[in-house]
């Protein structure tokens, strides 16, 4: 065998052995490594009272409500499989509205309801002109389609 | 908040370092090469 | 692939293609901004600040094919001792942490209107901010082989540019695996879920920067060979 190949199977084991490691790693970390707990990961797996965590979801449509105070919003979020109620006193971000997505910071409550502290606005992977708001999106080809 | 001071800002930003890493690279190429140059001619 | 190792070779080539990269790249990239300035409709969302896409993107596109090509050129170095790929790597790195650092930035300018925050220790954005320490790292370890006389870079700067190629698929899945605040993939192999009104300039630009990408790095090249080229001959004066 030329030292050429030698090397070049050195190289690859080497490389393959190192991806491996670090993909290895990095799917290790998949739990510390999210950024925000979804509803349902609240539900399965149980957030303590008080602890400081980020939730993060759809804001479900026709859930804002504004409290007498003025300042104070009450909303509900959502992953699709659990819904968590949830409030937060402040303004929120530009983006923050119905059927868009959210990222809050903060902590439940004894009732269960989340008392975020600080609003972060999540939007998703689609990008459209206004004129074609409030048409549905075809998860098949990719395509704008009326509402009907 | 104005939305377009951002897009300036950025767009800004990309061009400016943009510009900048393309004129040091020229420089230093020409800088080298002309002195590979003047090395050349001397020997 | 040894055709293009002789560097008198691999210059004739390159003198040419030089300026045609640079030039033919800055004319798309100006035309795609400013289409995407100008000429494309705001985001039903975002609004205007969706524009910083059409530079963001082809900045992080660059980022990280600039590792990816470190990662290429290191592997020829160390398994072909091809001559032309330390250089390579060494010539990419600068601009290659150049871009990765205006992708962080012109995505914190981007994030503070449409997520309301600057920067958030997320997966996406924590893993590309770890591709520009990899950067720095690689060009001290360039910087220190380069003062050693030799013109490229050493091999273990070249096993540190493959080892950091793992990280390149973090961060293509990182907005997958994990939840992210940044948003998951647009354009995918099934398509796009830009809207094509939206999309077309990312085109330009992306071929653009792409195109002066290469130009920088030829450029880089160059310098680096002449460089080589005067020190070869200050020693051989040297010795008489």
Known sequence: MKAKHQRLILVIVALAALIGAGLLAASALKDEAAYFYAPNDVRTKGVEPGKAIRLGGMVVKGSIKRASDGVTIHFDVTDGKATVPASFKGITPDLFREGSGVVAEGAFDKSGIFQATNLLAKHDERYMPRELQGMKYDEKTHKMKADR | ?43 | ?240
């Open chain 2, 1 to 43: 908040m104005n939305q377009w001071a951002f897009v300036v800002g950025a767009y800004a930003l990309t061009f400016f370092a943009t510009g900048l890493i393309s004129a040091l690279s020229w420089r230093a190429m020409r800088v080298s090469e002309g002195r590979a140059r003047q090395v050349a001619d001397r020997s």
């Open chain 3, 1 to 240: 692939m040894h055709r293009f190792a002789n560097p008198a070779r691999f210059l004739q080539i390159a003198r040419p293609l030089t300026g045609w990269l640079f030039w033919s790249g800055l004319l798309l990239l100006l035309i795609g901004s400013g289409c995407g300035l100008f000429l494309t409709p705001a985001d039903y969302l975002q609004g205007d600040t969706v524009r910083i896409l059409y530079i963001h993107v082809p900045a992080a596109w660059l980022g990280m094919a600039g590792w990816s090509g470190i990662a290429i050129a290191a592997l020829m170095q160390l398994v072909w001792r091809h001559p032309l790929a330390a250089v390579a790597g060494r010539a990419i790195a600068v601009p290659g942490a150049l871009f990765t650092a205006i992708c962080l930035l012109t995505g914190s300018i981007w994030g503070r209107p449409t997520w309301g925050t600057w920067w958030e220790w997320d997966g996406r954005m924590t893993s590309m901010l770890v591709l520009f320490f990899l950067y720095l790292g690689y060009i001290a370890l360039a910087h220190a082989s380069a003062r050693q006389g030799s013109g490229g870079v050493s091999p273990v700067a070249a096993i540190f540019g493959l080892v950091g190629a793992v990280n390149i698929p973090i961060i293509n899945r990182s907005v997958v695996w994990w939840n992210s605040l940044h948003q998951g993939p647009s354009i995918t192999l099934r398509g796009s879920s830009i809207d094509t009104t939206l999309l077309w300039p990312l085109g330009l630009t992306l071929l653009g920067f792409t195109l002066l990408f290469g130009g920088i790095v030829l450029m880089r090249m160059r310098a680096i060979l002449a460089h080589n080229k005067i020190e070869a001959r200050m020693q051989r004066l040297a010795r008489g």
